[in-house]
């Protein structure tokens, strides 16, 4: 009898024991996951902070770079556009040296109507590709898009490409006013995010003054003119 009763006391013991090591592991367990997911949270969370300081960093270098930028440097800026801009003003009104004694490429559009066009003769300018990269080296893609439209689409379009590949100009109409602008005109600069504002004066080819407004902005590929306006 006083076996037994040793026995189930000994049992009992090493129940509780057992009860008390399975209990402590577990907390354990549940500390160390408790851990290690603060610390992933911690990792994420510095990670994101980095990640994004370093865009604000990036965008406040971007801006600071922009702000910089003084007068004489806008100036020497735009003397190296304003001769293709100018060139520019001509083609987008179909100013262009071509082959008046070539026999037509004609398209008949939408509408139903011939549209004609001789091939360009302008050195440099064999293909829309040609033409459409001298655009893109001056200008933004935005401002293409928006007011270059009918250069290369549209029932009137100003150019095509021939059967042969050949750049051609629509030589049913075109012609208009243009202005050459004078870089040492330039003043009145401000900054935003779109880039480098200020009024530049010009002279038509009507020989009147004239004054307007341009942004600059610096894109991967350099400064492009992102606007021209009036007030």
């Known amino acids: 009898m006083k076996k037994s009763i040793i026995s189930a006391i000994l ?50 270098e971007a801006s600071s770079s922009a702000e910089e930028m003084s007068i004489d440097d806008v100036k020497a800026i735009m003397r190296e556009i304003i001769p293709t801009e100018f060139k520019l003003q001509l083609y987008s009104t179909c100013q ?75 030589v049913d109409g075109g012609g208009a006013g243009s202005t050459t602008w004078n870089a040492d005109t330039i003043t009145g600069l401000t900054f935003d995010n779109q880039g480098i504002t200020f009024e530049i004066s010009g002279l038509t080819s009507y020989d009147e003054s004239i004054t307007g407004y341009m942004t600059i902005t610096n894109t991967e590929n350099g400064w492009r003119i992102s606007r021209i306006f009036y007030y």
């Open 11 to 60: 049992l009992s013991a090493l129940l509780v024991t057992a009860l008390t090591a399975c209990s402590s592991n577990q907390g354990s367990s549940s500390s160390e996951s408790q851990s290690a997911a603060v610390s992933s949270d911690a990792s994420v969370a510095e990670s994101g902070t980095e990640s994004s300081d370093a865009s604000t960093a990036e965008s406040s």
């Open 96 to 170: 262009i040296e071509y082959d008046k004694d070539a026999e037509p490429y004609v398209i008949k559009n939408e509408q139903g109507n011939d549209v004609h066009y001789q091939p360009v003769t302008e050195p440099g300018l064999d293909t829309l590709q040609n033409l459409s990269d001298l655009f893109h080296s001056i200008y933004t893609d935005d401002y293409i898009t928006s007011f270059c439209y009918t250069l290369f689409e549209g029932d009137y379009k100003m150019y095509a490409e021939n059967d042969e590949g050949k750049l051609c100009v629509n």
